[in-house]
Structure formats: C-alpha cells, structure tokens
C-alpha cells in the first residue's frame, strides 16, 4: 500500500504517461486515450524509482484521486481530461447554464480581458461544481471563481463537451461570458 505521499507521486508520473508525454515512456493510447493497465504498468516500472509498481498500487491512485483523473474500463485505463499529448474527441453536449473555473488573483484580470484559452492544454477545464473549480484554482495562489454563462456563449458558437465527473470542456471561452462568482 503507498503511502499518501508516493500515491500522489505515481499520479503525477500517471499523468505524464497518460496526458502529456505517452510516447516517452513506450505508452501508446487510442483515439479516446485508453491504453492497457499493463502498458501503463511497464512505462512506469521504466523509472527506477518505480521498478515495483503493481497493479494494486495504479487502483488506489485511481480510486484515492481527488479530481478523478482517471478512468479504468476492462483493463484499460485513461486520463480523464488535462491531455496534451493529444486531442482526445469528446462528445458536444448542453451543459447546465453556469460552469464554474477555478483560477487565481494573479491571473483573473487578464482572463477577464481576453477569456480563457487553454494554454498549454488541448482544451479548457471547467466545472458543474465548485469543489472542481476549487481544487484547479487554489493551486497557484488565492483562489477565484468565475461563472460561465454557458446559454449566452452556446448562443454565439461556444462549444461545449462534456467530459467525465462533472467536468466539461470548450476551446475557448471569450470575456463577456464570464463573471467573478461573488
């Protein structure tokens, strides 16, 4: 059993195998992100540091994760969103008539001058509830909601996908849909 602490390290050496850099660890995913379990399991044990990495140990950082990251579907396994490796193909849907992101003070003001964009992601993360939103913007500084108003900006050609646990994914999000949640 991993401590807390080397459970939160696999997840993010996961997470680089799953979402940012697959190929460097001989991972190779499907169109919808999937690889086997054991795939994963040998591009880990690839790491010293990992070298007795088990099945057991990928369960518990998966079922253990706060923001449900990842996905296990018949022996294999995903990164449910933050990919980019890749442009994973999510399905367009209607999503509740507010989302929430999750940012900070130091960021906020230019957000609110040109929208939220993805950066170094394939698309934009945001939320049905605030514990999501929470947890992405408390990492960087003191935390700010914004509202999206998803009716307005569906309206004007926003796209929006509905990924897994809540969370929902656009391209991008301009400036006059938004508004800091008070």
Aim: with cysteine; aromatic share 8%; glycine share 8%.
């Amino acid at each position: 059993m991993l401590t807390s602490k080397q459970e939160e390290s696999l997840s993010e050496f996961m997470s680089k195998n799953l979402r940012h850099t697959p190929e460097q660890y001989g991972v190779e995913l499907d169109h919808e992100g999937f690889c086997h379990i054991h795939d994963l399991i040998k591009g880990i044990k690839s790491e010293n540091k990992w070298s007795e990495i088990a099945d057991s140990d990928i369960l518990q950082v998966v079922e253990n994760c706060p923001k449900q990251r990842y996905e296990i579907i018949n022996g294999y396994i995903r990164a449910n969103y933050g990919h980019s490796a890749g442009r994973l193909e999510y399905k367009e849907s209607t999503p509740p008539a507010v989302l929430y992101h999750g940012t900070n003070t130091k960021v906020v003001d230019k957000i609110l001058l040109e929208g939220i964009k993805p950066m170094g992601r394939k698309y934009v993360h945001l939320s049905e509830g605030l514990e999501f939103a929470t947890l992405a913007g408390k990492r960087r500084g003191e935390l700010v909601i914004l509202n999206v108003d998803t009716v307005e900006s569906a309206a004007n050609h926003v796209k929006f996908y509905v990924a897994k646990h809540g969370v929902w994914l656009a391209d991008y999000v301009p400036p006059q849909y938004l508004s800091v949640k008070r």
